[in-house]
DNA sequence: TGACTTACCATAAAAACCCATGCTATCCCA
DNA sequence: TGGGATAGCATGGGTTTTTATGGTAAGTCA
């Protein structure tokens, strides 16, 4: 499964193109399946993206609410509803909807946020604050590690 | 699993590389997947270091909390979003980000230490501090083992 | 035809790869 | 037991490959 970690930062062109990161490259299936869906954040002014997988994982966990609930109305609006397929070019990029760029406020630049089986986009200086603010509140909480897959 | 045990000091050259101990090195997968995710401790002044496995056991861990719950992503800022996959050369050899360095105040020499399923990375003189303030307080204190493990 | 994409090509910077060298701990054999 | 041979390891430097990013040409849809 996918697993994108860590932050990087590129540069959107005129055109509206940006690079993916390698690494977050790396992780999606190199057959066929380039593809990528964006969405809204429904926390944060910045945008979410994941691969095919994850964005049925996150419909199917919808279908714990029940249909015609307004939970599952809410929710599934806000995300599945909200989220476009964008392919990514030869060279690795994608287009953001333009839509999108300025409701997470993104200018010239974008900081890629790694965050498991999905990543985030954000205005850079907006991620720094809000990083910022995480590891701070992150300090002094504890995980508590599931135990390790027997799968794959 | 990985198990990285002990303590070893090397020195970082002018290109930022620094040879993993052989001891940690043979411990990662010998095929292909030639990676580790390094990423700031949220608790201590030194870096933390895991293969891919235990990476994907952390984010996989952040799933105990719903998906855009606060704790989820503190975490997930703080963890997963600052890890940077760094890529083993055929030396052995791993360039630590220059921002990661200076975080954990590191100069020319690294100590490295085992911690079981990850390890870290100290400046030498503050590994030593911590190194002795740890055993004092560790004395008194008890383990519980966990049953051995059946599988594999 | 014109606006707007999508595919293709070019390039500088950065990262990954390859080869070389000295050191050290281990092995081996008299 | 001693000392040379050997293999593994940490370290150094140069070279090739990727990557990010810019531009141009070819399609597409109204």
Known sequence: MALFAGTYE?????KG???LPADFRSELP????RVIYI???PKAQALEACDRVF????ADS??????FSDEEDDLGS???????????????????????????????RVTFVGRGSRFQLWKPEDFEKHAAAARNSAKGRTIRLVPPESKE
Chains 1, 2 share one sequence.
């Open 62 to 67: 919808l279908e714990q609410y029940d249909l």
């Open 10 to 14: 590129n540069r959107i062109d005129r």
């Open 30 to 33: 190199a057959d066929g399946n």
């Open 55 to 58: 964005m049925q994982r996150l």
């Open 78 to 108: 806000t995300i599945v509803a909200d989220a476009r397929k964008v392919s990514i070019d030869g060279e690795g990029r994608i287009v953001v909807p333009p839509e999108f760029v300025s409701f997470a406020d993104i200018g010239e």
């Open 17 to 19: 193109r940006v690079s």
């Open 39 to 41: 969405y809204r954040s």
